[in-house]
């Protein structure tokens, strides 16, 4: 039982290269949430999934697309990186709405 | 405009006192609130919850208190212990919005 996992754990990326940063779960849990931590701004919601097949803009949605093709996992994709988007990048999973958010160990890109 | 803030970015406190992290929101919509421990290096994990029917929660050393009036909210934790040295997160949601708006979070050291 990993719980929540999140590939890759650092990336340094140039400007207009793309990734996706991949995050799974086995808890069997419908809500997915990516988010993005910054020194001085705590996390901040960039998109987040309700269910398979659903995705939804959070805060910061701009630059980044999000699937979520199968019910354990959910994608983070940035098309063209910018300096903008080094940031730490957690995961997160719960039940519902109302239920404990559990967060992946997170990704850490640097964008040069 | 930041809606949950935690204007103590750090915090010191010797072993065996309390130590009291203090949250406060200006969305009168947010019915939800959370507080996450987050240490280095790590994903955040949760901690404690309140919902707006309440004014108090504990669980073990930890206590929330929400004022509503006032629009604040606090982690109280006793007695405190080196291992509870993280950083702490309170974040807000509001029914129906399916997302969490968290704070900056306030560094907590205690001094053993």
């Known amino acids: 039982n990993a719980g929540v996992t999140q590939t890759p754990k650092f990336r340094v990326l140039k400007t207009g290269q793309s990734m996706t940063l991949l995050c799974a779960q086995d808890?069997?849990?419908?809500?997915m949430y990516w988010y993005r931590q910054d020194p001085g701004m705590g996390l901040r919601l960039i998109h987040y999934s309700v269910g398979e097949g659903t995705t939804a803009k959070g805060e910061v949605p701009d630059g980044y697309n999000v699937s979520r093709l199968k019910k354990q996992n959910f994608l983070l994709g940035l098309e063209s990186a910018a300096p903008s988007q080094t940031s730490v990048y957690f995961c997160?999973?719960?039940?519902?709405?109302?239920?404990?958010?559990?967060f992946g160990p997170g990704t850490r890109l640097l964008v040069l | 405009d930041q809606q949950v803030k935690q204007n103590s970015p750090s915090l010191s406190v010797q072993e065996g006192r309390i130590s009291i992290l203090n949250c406060d929101y200006t969305n009168s919509m947010f019915d939800y609130f959370l507080w996450y421990k987050k240490y280095p290096a790590e994903g955040p994990t949760f901690l404690i919850s309140?919902?707006?029917?309440?004014d108090k929660n504990e669980d073990g050393r930890f206590t929330v208190f929400l004022n509503k009036s006032a629009k604040h909210l606090s982690l109280h934790i006793v007695p405190s212990q080196p291992g509870d040295s993280a950083v702490y997160f309170c974040a807000a949601s509001a029914r129906g919005t399916y997302k969490y708006i968290f704070g900056t979070g306030t560094r907590l050291k205690v001094l053993a």
């Open positions: 309140i919902s707006s029917i309440k």
């Open positions: 808890m069997n849990h419908e809500y």
């Open positions: 997160a999973t719960s039940q519902g709405h109302w239920e404990t958010q559990y």
